[in-house]
T-cell receptor, first 116, second 116 residues
């Protein structure tokens, strides 16, 4: 079974600085998808960024980027120019690529605090 | 688009009572997912449907839980009888499987269930 591990329960960063959240996963599949979701206090799950395993290029979305290391099964999220609105729980998630196996497997989350 | 709609947003009930959670997926989406979020177990898939057919119900805790999807625009998750350990936030998500990017799941706002 696939597992996702987030080893940092809490992180904090000064406003406007850069922070990196860690995620590792375990799978025997060669093709899959990885995601970072943000959950603010409103509890809404918001997709931040996605990465297809077959793509070598790391995904970027504005201030958010990932460092995808397939061989190491590592998928970290970098947030640049941190803003107060970035404060939230961040979840790393894995999904297999084949039909019939579409469930998301989540890590335990990292609570990010932004220091003004 | 209205997004995924869940009702009720909050539910407080007494142990032993029946609870029904409702979900309306995004129009045109053909996959629907029920997740549960607790402090102890994090976010976990309960069941998911594709074209109204249950594909994976391995996460359904026990016979007290049942889920239905009578048509493409409506799903229910029922707990009968409810127990205090069922207290959690229940999320519904939907996606459009079979197309690119079929892997993106859109989450509803969640239902916070408290069983006393």
């Amino acid at each position: 079974a696939q597992t996702v591990t987030q080893s940092q329960p809490e992180m904090s960063v000064q406003e406007a600085e850069t922070v990196t959240l860690s995620c590792t996963y375990d799978t025997s599949e060669s093709d899959y998808y990885l995601f970072w979701y943000k959950q603010p206090p409103s509890r809404q799950m918001i997709l931040v960024i996605r990465q297809e395993a077959y793509k070598q290029q790391n995904a970027t979305e504005n201030r958010f980027s990932v460092n995808f290391q397939k061989a190491a099964k590592s998928f970290s999220l970098k947030i640049s120019d941190s803003q107060l609105g970035d404060a939230a729980m961040y979840f790393c998630a894995y999904r297999a690529s084949n039909f019939g196996n579409e469930k998301l497997t989540f890590g335990t989350g990292t609570r990010l605090t932004i220091i003004p | 688009d209205a997004g995924v709609i869940q009702s009720p947003r909050h539910e407080v009930t007494e142990m032993g009572q029946e609870v029904t959670l409702r979900c309306k997926p995004i129009s045109g989406h053909n996959s629907l997912f029920w997740y549960r979020q607790t402090m102890m177990r994090g976010l976990e898939l309960l069941i998911y449907f594709n074209n109204n057919v249950p594909i994976d119900d391995s996460g359904m805790p026990e016979d007290r839980f049942s889920a239905k999807m009578p048509n493409a625009s409506f799903s229910t998750l029922k707990i009968q009888p409810s127990e205090p350990r069922d207290s959690a936030v229940y999320f519904c998500a939907s996606s459009l499987s079979g197309t690119y990017p079929s892997y993106e799941q859109y989450f509803g706002p969640g239902t916070r269930l408290t069983v006393t």
